[in-house]
């Protein structure tokens, strides 16, 4: 494919590095403060083109695109942000900074929906602390080299993979793992490799994970999912150098060899992909036979109105991409600045929806990946005269659950599943005795994976 487009090098800036960001002089003292205030807690990384060509400087502090990329002072606690403020309009050391970061870090529920108690699998009795495994179908896998992004999103839900707290880290360096634990499931379809952002590995790194999955004779293995905000924050891997030939060239080498490959792309507002370098890297990986599959969370100051999320999903379909799931902001992280309550959510994705025709309404959502599973807010109903919310389980633990209705009491105020209680009078939700059985069954120790996620069945023998 041709390159019609100037190459660009690309260029990264990062906390210690806010001063050399050209248009940050744009911003006065306040917001500089702030800025370096909570990027000492929270994870900052911006590169050039985000800069250039997606901030809309003249609409800053509003725009967007800042929103999602430089953090903001409303992202702490008020008490939490005056002492980041103080420690650094004095110029305090390093380690005084870090030692207040830490402490206000560990309060912000880094790995919420039980991901380190419930979901790591093991293989001959070893906890694989780069993967997860939670839906029968589909194991996730955090290559260690994939464990940074292209820019930071302010709302990212795996905020705490980035901030070096390193005893709450996924990852693995151990391809092999990978191979002989999807060998001994035969219930897994797909393999989803997650990071942070796997594109940011070399193709050549790449390959030493995906390679030996199509290798190995792994016949139930259908599909190869890489989950990447690369297409939005460097398009450019996709469309300059020598790299994304051979990316492309992998990519058509999963397809012959079989296998589904979805880039499963985090897109979080239309301007991410009306640039023509975004447009190109779309149009050139659904060429290699690849699937686009569209996802975000609604966040309030970048995505919470309906006809961003209608532009958006419209634009995906005019480029040939699929729109996958719209996510609840997860509670986690900077989650007050950010969350939308479920019924707005709900309202939000109706009225995108609306606008839409058949082809773009592949989408699902609003959802929450909560402890139980990814719980989709279907409907705002009235049933005998209760007001309440109608939830479908899209993905669950228990995979019969899949796609079962189940009612909560309507609350306008609601931001979560946790913030839900049952409807019609029950006394808990119906998976809520399972669920303790599991956590039980898991702080016994016996937490290998069953096929169907069942710890009633006892333990799957260790492969
Ligand atoms: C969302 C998610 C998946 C993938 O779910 P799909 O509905 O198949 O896209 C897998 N594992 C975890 C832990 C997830 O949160």
Request: net charge negative; glycine share 6%.
């Amino acid at each position: 494919m041709s390159n019609l487009l100037e190459p660009r090098a690309f260029k990264v800036f990062q906390r210690k590095q806010l001063d050399r960001i050209p248009q940050i002089a744009r911003l006065d003292r306040e917001q500089q403060d702030a800025i370096r205030a909570v990027s000492a807690v929270l994870p900052f990384r911006v590169n050039n083109y985000v800069l250039e060509d997606l901030i809309d400087w003249d609409r800053v502090p509003d725009d967007p695109m800042f929103q999602l990329t430089f953090p903001q002072a409303g992202m702490l606690h008020d008490e939490d942000f005056a002492t980041m403020l103080d420690l650094v309009r004095r110029d305090a050391p390093e380690a005084e900074i870090q030692a207040a970061a830490r402490t206000i870090q560990f309060a912000m529920n880094p790995h919420p929906a039980g991901q380190k108690e419930l979901n790591v699998p093991r293989l001959d009795g070893q906890l694989l602390q780069g993967m997860q495994h939670k839906y029968r179908q589909t194991v996730l896998f955090f290559p260690a080299n994939g464990q940074t992004c292209h820019s930071y999103c302010t709302y990212c839900f795996r905020w705490a993979q980035f901030v070096g707290i390193d005893e709450l880290k996924f990852l693995d360096r151990e391809a092999d793992h990978l191979v002989r634990y999807v060998a001994a499931h035969p219930e897994i379809t797909d393999v989803l490799f997650t990071g942070g952002d796997p594109m940011v590995m070399s193709t050549k790194v790449l390959r030493r994970y995906v390679e030996p999955l199509l290798r190995s004779g792994l016949d139930h293995l259908k599909t190869i999912r890489f989950g990447t905000k690369a297409p939005a924050y460097w398009p450019y891997r996709f469309t300059q150098g020598p790299d994304s030939d051979d990316l492309i060239q992998l990519f058509e080498e999963i397809v012959a060899a079989g296998k589904h490959v979805a880039l499963m792309a985090h897109y979080s507002h239309p301007v991410e992909l009306e640039t023509e370098v975004a447009q190109q890297a779309v149009r050139r990986i659904i060429d290699s036979g690849a699937v686009v599959r569209c996802q975000a969370p609604l966040i309030r100051h970048v995505n919470d109105d309906a006809d961003t999320w209608a532009r958006m999903w419209q634009t995906q379909v005019d480029l040939g991409a699929v729109p996958y799931y719209m996510f609840v902001e997860r509670d986690t992280g900077a989650r007050d600045y950010f969350e939308v309550p479920l019924a707005e959510a709900f309202d939000i994705y109706n009225r995108a929806y609306a606008q839409v025709s058949g082809v773009a309404r592949t989408v699902r959502g609003p959802s929450m990946s909560a402890t139980p599973g990814k719980v989709c807010v279907d409907g705002i109903a009235e049933v005998h005269g209760e007001k309440v919310f109608v939830l479908k389980f899209l993905q669950c633990r228990r995979t019969e659950w899949a796609n079962r209705i189940f009612f909560a009491k309507f609350d306008p105020q609601a931001m979560w599943l946790d913030d839900l209680e049952p409807a019609f009078g029950e006394s808990e939700f119906f998976y809520e005795g399972w669920m303790r059985e599991l956590a039980e069954h898991r702080k016994s120790g016996l937490n290998d994976m069953t096929p169907d996620g069942l710890p009633s069945q006892g333990v799957v023998a260790d492969v």
